[in-house]
């Protein structure tokens, strides 16, 4: 699969994207804005270059370990490799639990299921596949019953609310956002952290321990002139890369970006714990953040199909470019899927399931997807969420 995001979100945007400009008052106003709407105080709030690193330093801050362990940390068996590097750079280890296909995401059993084969885990990443509610209930009461941090990851899903109508960023002890693209809240990077527990109880060889949640260092330095660069420029870029695919020239346009390091894949970004959001993305995020509706959908459409493949070149036959599929395998992108090692025996329905998820784009409307639709539904199998 050709995994680029291609500036999803910004569609009519670009010129306002490209020349924004911001100030040391915008990236406050974010900071304020997030701590009023998640119930914190300020110094609770961190402002990062991208939401991998918030996640990273979150874990960091929270979840208790001693030097040379690697406890575990719970996540959804569809991911992406962002959420496993997180993991892994904060010297945990991933734990995949395997997921309901009508949410794509573990409940409460499945969860189990997986603290049950690995014993030492301290922390559940919660993620809302697609902005599709996971049964957060079933969780907590996991969570709480082995003493575990919630962590909600609001990448794809700010401003949704669970079935019990809290909204998400709501429930758990840290909150992760991202601002990459296609994602809920786009300004092609940068991330936030909001650590909403003051202390963590955990159990340690049988006995109930408290730890105080460590703040973080404010991240002060800049992005590189270069990611800069990419992160001003790439919705104009994403706009010809969809151009150039009608013109049967996408592919060429996108690896030459790619060689000149005009753009960069999403998965490829850096995680620094030093270098900040810029003044002018953290603008654009509280725009959208304060333009959220109220229970917002999903954040994209997905339908099960037999030979994807097939379906998407009729697809792009049609005018339609839908091969930036979240998920084509359980831990994309696929270049980084045996450095995983995800453990496909456990995850039989998310090893599965992979095979077959097709997924609406965000840069398309509504309205202009009723044709893909149609074509879509010939090769449907079960399992559709509407």
């Excluded at 701590?35 to 914190?40: E, I, L, N, P």
């Excluded at 370990?65 to 940390?73: A, C, L, Y």
């Excluded at 109220?294 to 998407?312: A, G, H, N």
Aim: hydrophobic content about 35%; aromatic content about 10%.
């Amino acid at each position: 699969m050709f995994f680029l995001g291609q500036a999803a979100n910004l569609r009519g945007k670009i010129l306002k994207h490209t020349f924004s400009t911001g100030a040391r008052k915008d990236y406050d106003e974010l900071k304020k804005y997030l701590a009023g709407h998640y119930d914190v105080d300020l110094k609770n709030v961190f402002l990062y270059h991208n939401g991998r690193t918030a996640l990273s330093a979150g874990l960091r801050a929270a979840v208790p370990k001693k030097n040379g362990e690697h406890p575990g940390v719970l996540i959804t068996a569809l991911t992406c490799y962002a959420v496993v590097e997180a993991v892994k750079s904060a010297g945990f280890t991933p734990v995949f639990a395997d997921i309901d296909e009508k949410t794509l995401h573990f409940n409460g059993r499945t969860a189990e299921s997986a603290l049950k084969k690995h014993k030492n885990v301290r922390a559940i990443i919660v993620q809302n596949n697609l902005g599709y509610p996971c049964d957060i209930k079933s969780i907590k009461t996991v969570a709480k019953k082995h003493n575990l941090v919630l962590i909600e990851d609001l990448a794809h899903c700010a401003g949704i609310s669970y079935d019990n109508k809290k909204e998400a960023g709501t429930l758990g002890d840290v909150v992760a956002l991202s601002f990459g693209k296609g994602k809920s809240i786009d300004t092609i990077s940068g991330g936030a952290l909001v650590l909403r527990a003051k202390e963590i109880t955990y159990v340690e060889r049988g006995r109930f321990k408290t730890k105080e949640v460590k703040l973080p260092k404010e991240p002060g330095r800049k992005p590189k002139f270069s990611d800069r660069f990419r992160d001003r420029f790439y919705p104009l870029f994403g706009t010809l890369i969809r151009g150039f695919y009608h013109l049967k020239l996408g592919r060429l346009f996108t690896s030459f970006l790619l060689k000149t390091h005009q753009i960069k894949r999403s998965a490829d970004a850096d995680l620094d714990l030093k270098v900040r959001l810029t003044y002018w993305q953290a603008k654009l995020a509280l725009e959208q953040l304060k333009s959220l509706p109220k229970d917002r959908p999903p954040l994209r459409e997905f339908y099960f199909v037999e030979d994807r493949e097939k379906v998407l070149k009729e697809l792009e036959k049609n005018g339609f470019i839908m091969n930036e599929i979240w998920y084509d395998i359980p831990v994309s992108p696929e270049r980084y899927y045996n450095k995983v090692r995800f453990p496909e025996n456990e995850c039989p329905v998310a090893t599965e399931i992979s095979k077959h998820l097709i997924n609406l784009p965000t840069y398309y409307k509504r309205t202009e997807l009723q044709p893909a639709r149609k074509i879509i539904k010939k090769y449907q199998i079960g399992g559709k969420n509407d």
